[in-house]
């Protein structure tokens, strides 16, 4: 099952986007039982983890975007999603979601100053 992310875009400083991470065609409880992963890579860079969302409500996030990013599962849409808030010309980057070591093919977040 390959991942789907849509709902990138280009935003002001301060701005906030929300990601959206579609794994059509999972077996539902397969969905539930494994992690999700958010993922971006900036022009340059190593691919880096944002955010993780495991079962039993395990969230983590990576230094950079605590308290601005908030990352949620939707479990009967099979959808997990990444809220950004107070976005930053560093938060420029591809954003990838990853399933059961399996990527989608991104969406650009780019933060203009």
């Known amino acids: 099952v390959q991942p789907v992310e849509s709902g990138g875009g280009s935003v002001e400083a301060g701005g906030s986007l929300r990601l959206s991470c579609l794994l059509r065609?999972?077996?539902?409880?397969?969905?539930?039982?494994?992690?999700v992963n958010w993922y971006r890579q900036a022009p340059g860079k190593q691919r880096e983890l944002v955010a993780s969302?495991?079962?039993?409500?395990?969230?983590t996030y990576a230094d950079s975007v605590k308290g601005r990013f908030t990352v949620s599962r939707d479990n009967a849409r099979k959808k997990v999603y990444l809220q950004m808030s107070d976005l930053k010309p560093d938060d420029t980057a591809i954003y990838y979601c990853?399933?059961?070591?399996?990527w989608g093919q991104g969406t650009q977040v780019t933060v203009s100053s």
């Open positions: 990853n399933f059961n070591q399996q």
């Open positions: 065609g999972v077996i539902l409880s397969v969905f539930n039982s494994n992690t």
């Open positions: 969302t495991a079962p039993g409500r395990m969230i």
